[in-house]
């Protein structure tokens, strides 16, 4: 898991452990943290099997170039990467990255709906990471606000409050040899310990 930077709302210290938490229930999964978005520019991420984004560079820079090159070379080499909530907001300005997480956050569009309850409602039911997950209720903000145009596979959608409208919560598509779930849920410790929530990025 990769993180230590979000916007002030998002309370990284405090989420990161839950995340890792959730996570490490499946005994497959073997998991560190590391606070330092710069890492994605080191060698070792290599010595990963999945890379879990979970930082936002809130009015700072991004890791930089070569944090840019050596993730999409992990994922383009098969490598596989999950974001998390505000992660479709991290590396703005990169154009790649947007195909990369295969939605990203377009600042110009409405944000979330306000923070609060919504069920999240499985999309394709035969999925590996949905089958047999039923929906569930959970305490977050519905993000509206993701644009691109890469081919996605929605797993998942919760309907807004606001506009009546379905939005993605959970899709998963291919960026070269690698695999990618996204999801943008995760607002909180409240959101990201909600059981079906921590089932949903296990099986991601």
């Given amino acids: 898991i990769v993180t230590g930077i979000d916007y002030p709302g998002h309370k990284w210290k405090e989420t990161a452990p839950v995340l890792a938490a959730a996570l490490r229930k499946d005994p497959r999964l073997s998991v560190d943290v590391v606070e330092k978005p710069e890492f994605l520019a080191s060698p070792a991420l290599k ?18 170039e070569q944090a840019r090159q050596n993730l999409a070379r992990f994922v383009r080499d098969g490598g596989g990467i999950v974001l998390a909530h505000f992660a479709c907001g991290a590396f703005q300005g990169w154009d790649e990255f ?11 569009l409405r944000a979330h709906d ?13 999925h590996p990471i949905t089958r047999g997950l039923e929906p569930f209720e959970t305490v977050d903000e519905l993000y509206t606000c993701l644009a691109g145009d890469a081919p996605i596979e929605v797993l998942a959608k919760a309907r807004s409050r606001v506009d009546g409208k379905d ?26 310990a909600a059981p079906g929530v921590g089932e949903l990025f296990r099986r991601g």
């Fill in 47 to 64: 010595d990963y099997d999945t890379v879990v984004l979970h930082f936002m560079n809130w009015e700072c820079p991004d890791p930089g």
């Fill in 98 to 108: 947007a195909r990369l997480a295969g939605r990203a956050w377009d600042p110009k």
């Fill in 114 to 126: 306000p923070h609060g309850a919504f069920t999240v409602a499985m999309t394709d039911v035969n």
């Fill in 167 to 192: 939005y993605p919560i959970a899709f998963v598509l291919t960026y070269g040899k690698g695999r990618v779930f996204h999801s943008v849920l995760g607002h909180d410790v409240k959101a990201f």
